[in-house]
Each structure stands twice: as structure tokens, then as C-alpha cells.
């Protein structure tokens, strides 16, 4: 608040002093009263401008701010802002652009009817924030959470049940091969139509799957998992010395039993591979 004080000063006061003296006190009070009331009105103004802000038809929200510091205040502001019901009910778009938030204030967007694009990118969230947008199953079929290494394969399970999206991003995300096998073989499995970008480290796994085993299995070689079982031993050690040629760590030996076992792992392994290469378009 804004506090104004008129001073008079003079060595040899008068009666006439004392006058302008009284009379400048009594001034300073009413302009410090004067400016309490304009404080208190300007408060008002702003209030009624918040609300007007948050009932207006807004259908996008963009945040972009410089300083760290201010982006950890301002993201996290912008999200309590959204959080009351009834408000921004035609908002579908919402970037955060790099603004740094906290993975609970994520429970505010629960109220946003229509979101449907949703971007994350380098906000610093983990996987509690990816679980807090469950509540957002229905609507949203844009979510980008790329350059949150904090987010994990943990995380799989609550973006599986955002069955609405038609994007996903994980560039730049914890999330490794045995989380995006899952992420591959539930999209497949229920018919699901989405586009992806994964993160590079299972990027460069997928460029190099000719180096885990054999991809291309030709007859009499067996290709699913399922028929070792009744293979066998000599057959069984036939087939893991074609993926031993791609990939020397692959051993060719030992009982039936622990062949036949290292055999199915290595095609379910494969066999999920190539749905996840299937997903991203290899």
C-alpha cells in the first residue's frame, strides 16, 4: 500500500505555521484515505476480472516462461487457477511448454471438461503426475510428456488407461523396452490406433535388433514360443545356434530343460519386439 507523508519544517514557528502544519495533516490523511479506497476498488477490479478471465469461451492456454524460478511459480500458479469447478469448461488446449510443476497440481486439471491436447514436456514431473491424469481418460488424445526423465515403465499402466489418444510422447522419458513392450502389445491387443515417439535409448535398441537374435526365422526354425516346449534337445540347440550367430552371449548348451526355457524367452522376447517396431513404424 501506498503511504504519503507532507512534511513542514521551519526553525522559528508561528501561529501561521501551526495553521499549514494542521491544515497538512489533515491533507496527508485524506489522500492516504483516498488512496486505501483506491487500493481496495483496484482489488476488486482485478478480482472480477480473474473471474471474467476464467468463465470467458478461452479454448487454449500457452505458458512459456524465461527464468527457472519464475516457471516453478507460474506453472504451478496457472494450474491452481484451473482448478475451479465450473471454470474454463471450453478450454482443449494446454501447453506448459517447459514451465516446472509440481506432479500434484496436476489433480486441478481434473475439472477441464473438453481438454484434449495436454503438453508436459520438460516440466520435471514423475510418474505420480502421469497417474494424476487418469481422471482425463475420456477426453484427452494429445499428451506429450517428452524430457521428464523421472517418468519411468512405472508409469505404463496409468497411460494405458488413456485409451482416447491418438499421440503419445515418451521421447526423453525413463521409460524403457519392458515398459513400451507393454505399452505395444495393450495397443495391439484392443485394436488401438496411435502414434508414438518413444525415447532414443529404445530407439537405438529397436535399430539394432539383428544384434539380439535372429529377426527374419525361416522354416524349420521355430518362431513362436509356444512350440518349444515339445522340441527336441538337438532341435532346441539348432535354434538357439542361429540366434547365437547374431548374437554370441546367446549359449547353445546345457539340459533340454534349460534351453527350451532360454529358447521361449528369447522368442517372446522377440515376438514383443517386433509388435513395438510394428508401433513406431519400423
Known amino acids: 500500500m501506498i503511504h504519503v507523508s507532507l512534511l513542514f519544517t521551519n526553525s522559528s514557528p508561528t501561529i501561521l505555521d501551526h495553521y ?5 495533516a489533515i491533507l496527508t490523511n485524506l489522500i492516504n484515505l483516498f488512496l486505501t479506497f ?3 476498488l483496484t482489488a476488486g477490479t482485478n478480482h472480477s476480472m480473474q473471474e471474467a478471465f476464467q468463465q470467458a469461451g478461452i479454448t487454449a492456454v500457452s505458458l512459456d516462461a524465461s527464468s527457472s524460478e519464475g516457471q516453478f511459480t507460474c506453472g504451478n500458479d496457472v494450474l491452481k487457477s484451473l482448478g475451479k469447478p465450473g471454470t474454463f469448461l471450453h478450454l482443449t488446449e494446454l501447453l506448459f511448454n517447459g514451465s ?19 503438453n508436459l514436456d520438460n516440466t520435471g514431473i514423475g510418474n505420480e503426475a502421469v497417474y494424476l491424469l487418469v481422471p482425463l481418460k475420456r477426453t484427452l488424445t494429445v499428451l506429450s510428456l517428452a524430457m521428464n526423465p523421472n517418468i519411468t ?48 535409448a529404445c530407439k537405438d535398441y529397436m535399430d539394432n535388433l539383428g544384434s539380439m537374435y535372429l529377426v527374419h ?14 522340441l527336441s534337445i538337438a532341435t532346441v540347440k539348432e535354434n538357439l545356434a542361429a540366434h547365437s550367430k547374431q548374437n554370441p552371449r546367446i549359449m547353445a548348451s546345457g539340459t533340454r530343460d534349460e534351453m527350451i526355457a532360454r529358447l521361449q524367452d528369447l522368442l517372446t522376447k522377440r515376438q514383443m519386439d517386433l509388435v513395438v517396431a510394428w508401433l513406431v513404424g519400423l
Open 20 to 24: 499549514f502544519s494542521t491544515m497538512l
Open 38 to 40: 483506491l487500493g481496495a
Open 100 to 118: 516446472r510443476i509440481k506432479d500434484f497440481n496436476l489433480v486441478y486439471l481434473h475439472h477441464l471438461p473438453k481438454l484434449s491436447v495436454l
Open 153 to 200: 515403465s512405472e508409469s505404463v499402466p496409468a497411460l494405458l488407461l488413456l485409451a482416447n489418444l491418438a499421440f503419445l510422447s515418451i521421447l526423453g522419458t525413463g521409460v524403457d523396452m519392458d515398459g513400451l513392450r507393454l505399452i505395444a502389445k495393450t495397443i495391439l491387443e484392443e485394436g488401438r490406433n496411435i502414434d508414438i515417439e518413444i525415447p532414443c
Open 217 to 230: 526365422i525361416q522354416p524349420p526354425l521355430v518362431a513362436s514360443p509356444d512350440d518349444c516346449s515339445s
